[in-house]
Structures are given as structure tokens and as C-alpha cells.
């Protein structure tokens, strides 16, 4: 469930049946995609008079109702941003809030958080799996200048976004035999597609002059002392 400035941005389906499953992960399409996107929302019904209001719409196929993460349409009518502006003008400690994800998951007993790690490589069996694909079996990371590892019984996931995912899967021997014979690396699955093809959005911004400025509430607020 990718998210943008706060606001959840689901992937459209062709992404993952064209961009992932086609590139040799055949493992990972939509339904998986969907399935744990499930698992982590937590969507909130708007209530009836806001839906016919706003006309909302959505659908309840698409979205999960008991995880942590909590989504729900944007108040659109209420001007909660006023109320921010003026709530920060009189905060001068500037105090970042933990993600509720992590506030409600610290009760779990199967979850244990560990700050300041770094993953050195996912650790595989030698053994390939009935589809002839290697099983991750482990985690080899570093914590405090000492190296740790972990074994698992059911899954490793990756999740450290479009830079450093491709990252740790070449360390752990999955990616472009070219690459990884040249720094060393011990290839486990030959996949060219690991790190390839990895490119910068555009984006085309347009800026308007207010005939009432004051009337309104923009970035130039900002620039006034006085706000």
C-alpha cells in the first residue's frame, strides 16, 4: 500500500502484472499484492452524510479493515489546515510523532523492532524449492559493529523501497551474474532485471497569482513574518 504525502496510492494492477511477474518473479502479481495490502490497512468507513456530501465512492473488494494502518477519505470540508497553521505559529519545539504502525505493533510478542541495522544479505538454503527457486531461510545483518543472524520459519520480506531492495538482493547473490561476478558475490538466482531500469519520475508544476492573496491559504504564507 504505497503511500504519497500521506495519502494512500494503491499500484494500479498493470504495474505488477507487467512491470514484476513478466521481469522473472512470477511469485509476486496482484493478488499477493493485494493480499498484504489487506493485512496492513486499516480503512475507516465515512459515515453516510459525508458520503452523499462529497460523493465518495469506493470499493469494499479493494481494501482491508483490521490492520494498523488507518486510511479514510480526506475531511475536504473542514479546515483543519487553519487550525494547523495557527496551532505551529505558537510550537516552537518541533517534535516528530512515531508511526502508529509501530505505536500499536509494540505489543505484539512476535514482533521485536530493532533500530540502527543494517542487513548485509538474506541467507538461502542450497536446496532449490519444487519450482527450482532458492528459499530464504535467514538474515544476515549488522547491529552495533557486530554481525547477527536470523532464522525464519515462514517468509523474509523485503521492504526497503526502490533503492535499497535491489540492493540487498544482489548482496544476497539474486540479480545480474555480470554484476555479481565482478564485486565477488556468489550468484544464487541469475535475475538481470535486480536494479535495472530504475528511473526518476517527471513532474510539471504550475504556479497561479492570487487577485485576493489574503483571502487565501498558500505556501507565500510562509514568506511573512507576521503569519
Not at 504519497?4 to 499500484?11: A, D, H, K, T
Not at 469494499?60 to 488507518?70: A, D, R
Amino acid at each position: 500500500m504505497p503511500t504519497s504525502s500521506l495519502i494512500s496510492i494503491p499500484c494500479p494492477f498493470l504495474n505488477f502484472t507487467t512491470a514484476i511477474e513478466e521481469l522473472g518473479n512470477p511469485g509476486w502479481n496482484w493478488m499477493q499484492f493485494l493480499e498484504y495490502s489487506k493485512k496492513c490497512e486499516g480503512f475507516i468507513l465515512p459515515s453516510e452524510e459525508v458520503s452523499l456530501a462529497d460523493h465518495l465512492m469506493w470499493d469494499l473488494e479493494f481494501h482491508g479493515y483490521n490492520g494498523p494502518i488507518k486510511t479514510e477519505f480526506l475531511a475536504g470540508q473542514s479546515r483543519w489546515d487553519l487550525t494547523l497553521r495557527d496551532t505551529l505559529n505558537h510550537v516552537n519545539v518541533k517534535t516528530v510523532e512515531e508511526p502508529q504502525y509501530l505505536k500499536e505493533a509494540n505489543s505484539w510478542l512476535n514482533l521485536n523492532v530493532l533500530a540502527n541495522a543494517i542487513v548485509c544479505k538474506i541467507i538461502t538454503s542450497d536446496i532449490k524449492n519444487e519450482n527450482g527457486n532458492v528459499v530464504a531461510t535467514g538474515v544476515e545483518f549488522l547491529h552495533h559493529y557486530k554481525r547477527h543472524l536470523v532464522q525464519v520459519k515462514r517468509e523474509v520480506l523485503v521492504c526497503a523501497r526502490a533503492i535499497q531492495s535491489p540492493q540487498i538482493l544482489k548482496l544476497s547473490g539474486i540479480g545480474d551474474p555480470a554484476v555479481l561476478e565482478k564485486i565477488g558475490v556468489p550468484v544464487k538466482t541469475p535475475l538481470s532485471g535486480v536494479g535495472n531500469n530504475i528511473q526518476e519520475h517527471l513532474i510539471c508544476s504550475m504556479s497561479y497569482e492570487l487577485k485576493e492573496p489574503d483571502h487565501y491559504l498558500s505556501l507565500d504564507s510562509l514568506h511573512d513574518i507576521g503569519t
